[in-house]
């Protein structure tokens, strides 16, 4: 009788390996297949990027290039002036996320930690920014800029960041808020009664804890103004101030040029644009974002994590 | 130090407390505030007013009021308009959904410990990083001149011929969605794992104890504690999808203003576009309003 309890106990305890296992595999594959889904547009772009005009026509040829060449890059990163354009994506992205950084944590605090009239109000303006797409002040804000004199120039994309404005401000300052909001009151209110005034209360207090939201914005930020082409596009013709994606539509609209006619030569070398190259050139523009990210990538997260944007 | 105070007059000594503070947040609103002013509260009223009138003179933009002739002229002569707002708004209805399920599933899915979480993690970060660009539009196939290098992942042959033409066809259009919602659900996947973190592991070692499955736990735990979270991803998801760059409706206007130079035009058009966005948000909000978990200590 022991006997036969035991081994109903051992058969029950392999079927639950057995389910365990399953489940494990189950678990796998669905993410590996979600993650496929990801990666899939992003796989392609890099295995387009290395073959050559052989390759690119050969329907056979799918995945893996028969022979790697290296030199669309070469041909990409000269044809869209890489080293040029490089400088003037990091300048933006650089001070556009200072700007956020500052101006956003500020707007943020105040609505966090104080009471004070209109609140309410001016909050439903922090929401409406959110909501409000760019399209609709894109003509009013390109004719003040133009009055201005700050047409192709980098101000309109970077003094509004200053402001708590430009690039998905309102989702910043709510960032800010969120995060402010789950902090204990003690803090400031020893800092009060140490005679610290609130300007410093902030700067020497505040801040120094904020360092989660600070990630996570400096992070987005900076990403969000390296893909941005929608308003550099509004604003700056002069090719001196371009910027990285800004000029993708270009070689895009060259491909199709030489689909149609074929005879419209590079003026590199006489070398025909071909999609891998275009793709070697969209994949330039993203190396540097990506390889920032990488190393970023572990405390962003745990930045994300420790934001407290779960508490609405 | 007292002959100072002597001498303020009494109402300034005493300042309330509740004034001073307000004095003080409004310092650090200045920035803010004046941001507001220049590049938002402003271009608005431009806007809105061009919405109602013509232009005289581009120079110093001398406008004319007109009234509701530019909304008329939207709704009875403009033949792209309607539809492709229709379109707009279908691809919102389907996609929202889609969208906030499957970055939901992704967040519990890589929330758990498991082999190459940092690998995963990055995989579905990727679209953020390319994404919101045009690259991606590109790369989606949603470019305007056609110039594109994916049409999303199509149905294997096999199964394709033993569910005939119709059927494939659906499960085709399900597919090619999916890969461009999925592609814009970065953002909406990060805030959902910060979410599942927040929850206290108290609840789910409670529930453990008192026998609950994992798929119990899911829909008694995970998703009434999550809840804050899905109405900020609902509004986020439907802004971000009638915003994107990719939005036929945005490309439309784009046009409208910048190459067929109707500026007053496109200020009445994307201001109709603007009020159906916020009446989505308000109703999904509405909608959602009640099932929202508040656990009363925040906000």
Redesign the interface.
Do not use: H
């Given at each position: 009788m022991t006997v036969s309890k035991k081994s109903g106990a051992l058969k029950s305890k392999s079927i639950r390996i057995a389910r365990t296992v399953a489940l494990r595999f189950m678990?796998?594959f669905?993410?590996s297949a979600?993650?496929f889904?990801?990666?899939?547009?992003?796989i392609?772009?890099i295995a387009?990027s290395l073959m050559t005009d052989d390759d690119l026509y050969n329907i056979t040829v799918k995945w893996l290039p028969s022979r790697a060449t290296w030199s669309n890059y070469d041909i990409a990163f000269r044809r869209m002036r890489f080293r040029a354009y490089v400088w003037n994506n990091i300048l933006v992205g650089g001070l556009a996320t200072i700007g956020h950084m500052?101006?956003c944590s500020?707007?943020g605090?105040?609505f966090a930690?104080?009471?004070?009239?209109l609140?309410n109000v001016?909050f439903v303006?922090v929401i409406?920014?959110?909501?409000?797409?760019?399209?609709?002040?894109?003509?009013?804000?390109y004719?003040?800029y133009s009055d201005w004199g700050w047409l192709n120039s980098f101000l309109p994309l970077v003094v509004?960041t200053?402001?708590?404005?430009?690039l998905n401000?309102g989702f910043f300052?709510f960032l800010y808020r969120q995060f402010f909001?789950?902090l204990p009151y003690e803090m400031e209110e020893a800092a009060r009664v140490d005679g610290c005034g609130?300007?410093r209360t902030?700067a020497r207090i505040m801040l120094p804890m904020a360092q989660a939201p600070m990630l996570v914005c400096g992070v987005?930020s900076l990403?969000?103004h390296?893909?941005?082409?929608?308003e550099p596009g509004?604003y700056i013709n002069n090719p001196a101030f371009r910027m990285l994606?800004?000029v993708?539509?270009n070689l895009?609209?060259l491909?199709?040029q030489e689909n149609h006619t074929m005879i419209q030569v590079n003026e590199l070398e006489g070398i025909v644009f071909n999609?891998a190259m275009?793709?070697a050139a969209?994949f330039l523009?993203?190396i540097p974002?990506?390889i920032a990210?990488?190393i970023l990538?572990?405390r962003f997260?745990e930045g994300?994590?420790r934001?407290?944007?779960?508490?609405? | 130090m007292t002959a100072n105070q002597m001498a303020l007059p009494k109402k300034k000594k005493r300042m309330g407390i509740d004034r001073r503070r307000s004095l003080e947040a409004y310092i650090f609103l200045i920035p803010w505030l004046v941001g507001v002013c220049l590049f938002f509260a402003y271009p608005i009223f431009v806007s809105i007013r061009l919405a109602f009138s013509d232009i005289v003179e581009f120079k110093g933009l001398k406008t004319a009021w007109v009234g509701l002739e530019n909304f008329q002229y939207i709704f009875f002569y403009d033949i792209n308009f309607v539809p492709t707002f229709l379109q707009v708004v279908y691809d919102t209805l389907l996609n929202t959904p889609i969208c906030l399920v499957f970055s939901l599933l992704i967040a519990i899915l890589i929330n758990r410990k498991m082999v190459g979480r940092g690998f995963f993690r990055t995989a579905f970060f990727i679209p953020v990083l390319l994404g919101s660009g045009y690259i991606m539009k590109q790369l989606l196939g949603m470019g305007a001149d056609g110039a594109t290098i994916t049409t999303g992942i199509t149905v294997p042959r096999l199964i394709a011929d033993l569910l005939g033409v119709s059927i494939t066809e659906v499960v085709q259009g399900f597919l090619d969605r999916i890969t461009v919602v999925l592609w814009k659900s970065g953002v909406q996947i990060v805030l959902f794992l910060a979410g599942l973190q927040g929850i206290s592991g108290s609840l789910y070692e409670a529930a453990r104890v008192d026998g609950a499955t994992e798929w119990e736990m899911f829909w008694k735990i995970t998703l009434p504690m999550i809840t804050p979270i899905i109405l900020m991803n609902l509004v986020y998801t439907i802004v971000s999808f009638f915003t994107d760059g990719t939005n036929p409706m945005v490309d439309y206007i784009y046009k409208v203003n910048f190459t067929n130079q109707q500026y007053e035009y496109a200020a009445a058009m994307s201001w109709i576009y603007f009020v159906f966005a916020c009446i989505f948000c308000l109703l999904a909000i509405l909608l959602m309003r009640r099932h929202v978990y508040d656990s009363g200590s925040k906000s």
């Open positions: 678990f796998y669905l993410l979600l993650s889904i990801f990666l899939y547009p992003f392609t772009m387009k500052f101006s500020l707007t605090y105040a930690r104080y009471n004070f009239r609140k001016l303006i409406m920014m959110m909501i409000v797409p760019v399209q609709v002040l894109i003509f009013p804000l004719k003040q509004p200053f402001f708590g404005m430009g401000g300052i909001m789950g609130p300007i902030y987005l990403v969000w390296w893909n941005d082409y929608f509004v994606p800004s993708l539509p895009y609209a491909l199709n999609e275009l793709m969209t523009c993203i974002i990506m990210y990488l990538q572990r997260m994300v994590e934001s407290g944007l779960t508490g609405m | -």
